[in-house]
């Protein structure tokens, strides 16, 4: 077993984790190859969650030499990204999959248990290949289990394409040998509280990728097909300049208002679902038209200014001595952490055991979202807390 560093793990050009995308949207991976790849510090946290992930995992199978796995656990207790937290989360992915490989033992003697296994789906996406966190294959079952670090967007299991390009690829590899029924797709996500699994026939799996995987993966990969904008474009590096996402939100504007004076609840009925998108393409579009104002271009009518900023000490020492001599020692104050930094303190198992009782989640404040969200109606939100 050689060393764990995900950081080095290949890429595909049609990727699972953006096939959403490319599926919705073909050509945008021959334009996004223009733009360079900008590593984020979600990402980089990303890996390292995984790389943790793995590592415990391995110290359960035993299939690593202990004193390599001790070693390189060591190096990541240095990195910055390490916290009782971290531990925490990847113990929650960790304590999921061992459940899991239990339950699947418990019924069958010697299944097959792989951790960050590459999985090939290249005969239906052309060079296409992904990593699996953890895949188990066991009288018919194939399970494909997948860990998510983050903590904005929940990520659900349901028709997901990268867990079926992921589950389809075990299935290429395994089926033949141990006759696959069933494909089982699982992400965790802990910082979410989200476990959410999706199961399909193994059938209708490669159904999927005859009718609706391949004809798309081929139009990606020769930079054909037609554009098409929506809520996938977030993550593609063209969404700053795409004619095709500007087109999208500015065919707004060219909407028939009948009544120039106020909109009807229709028209605003009807503005509302692109309306979150259309923010988000505004925000793009600045901070794009920004960055390249500081780097030395102009736009006609508009130039740099510094934002606005608070005063600040020049050396909190300074400032104490200095304070201190004048007579005023009434100049401190103390607070307590708040909940999210102080579960960072006591790592996440701890906190609930120790402060679990103490904390309560008020209902937020109303907000207008799409039907489709998984959220409760805010008046039974209201309800639970009223309780
Ligand atoms: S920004 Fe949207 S429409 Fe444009 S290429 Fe990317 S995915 Fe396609």
């Excluded at 979410?192 to 199961?199: A, F, K, Q």
């Excluded at 925000?283 to 200014?305: C, F, I, N, R």
């Amino acid at each position: 077993m050689s060393e764990i560093q995900h950081s080095s793990r290949a890429h595909a050009r049609l990727n699972a984790s953006s096939s959403h995308r490319w599926m919705m949207c073909p050509p945008s991976v021959k334009l996004s190859e223009q733009f360079a790849d900008k590593p984020s510090t979600y990402a980089e946290e990303g890996t390292f969650l995984h790389e943790l992930c793995e590592l415990k995992l391995h110290r359960y199978l035993g299939d690593m030499a202990p004193d390599l796995i001790e070693q390189q656990y060591a190096e990541h207790r240095d990195n910055d990204f390490y916290s009782d937290e971290a531990e925490s989360v990847t113990d929650e992915y960790v304590a999921f999959c061992i459940e899991t490989i239990e339950a699947v033992r418990s019924s069958c003697p010697d299944p097959l248990i792989m951790v960050e296994h590459r999985l090939d789906y290249s005969e239906y996406v052309p060079d296409g290949f992904g990593t699996g966190d953890l895949v188990i294959v066991a009288d018919g079952v194939l399970e494909v289990i997948d860990f998510k670090g983050g903590r904005g967007v929940r990520v659900e299991a349901h028709r997901n394409s990268q867990l079926m390009l992921y589950g389809l690829g075990a299935l290429l590899e395994f089926d033949p040998l141990y006759d696959i029924h069933t494909v089982r797709m699982t992400i965790v996500q802990p910082r979410l509280s989200n476990t959410s699994t999706y199961e399909m026939t193994a059938d209708d799996l490669v159904r999927w990728a005859e009718t609706d995987v391949r004809p798309k993966a081929l139009l990606a990969y020769e930079g054909k097909g037609e554009f098409c904008a929506g809520e996938w474009c977030r993550f593609c590096k063209a969404r700053y300049t795409c004619r095709k996402r500007s087109e999208y939100h500015m065919s707004l504007a060219e909407r028939d208002f009948r009544h120039p004076d106020l909109l009807s609840d229709e028209e605003i009925a009807d503005i509302l679902p692109v309306a979150e998108s259309l923010n988000s393409w505004v925000q793009d579009l600045l901070a794009y038209a920004t960055q390249e104002a500081v780097d030395g271009k102009s736009w006609p009518g508009y130039k740099l200014v510094a934002g606005r900023t608070v005063r600040k000490y020049t050396s909190e020492a300074e400032v104490i001595k200095a304070a201190t001599e004048a007579g005023y020692t009434d100049i401190y104050k103390t607070s307590l952490l708040g909940v999210g930094d102080l579960e960072k303190r006591l790592g996440r198992k701890k906190f609930n055991e120790v402060l679990g009782k103490f904390i309560i989640k008020p209902a937020g404040a109303p907000t207008l979202v799409p039907e489709t969200d998984p959220r409760k109606p805010y008046s039974d939100a209201a309800s639970d807390f009223n309780q």
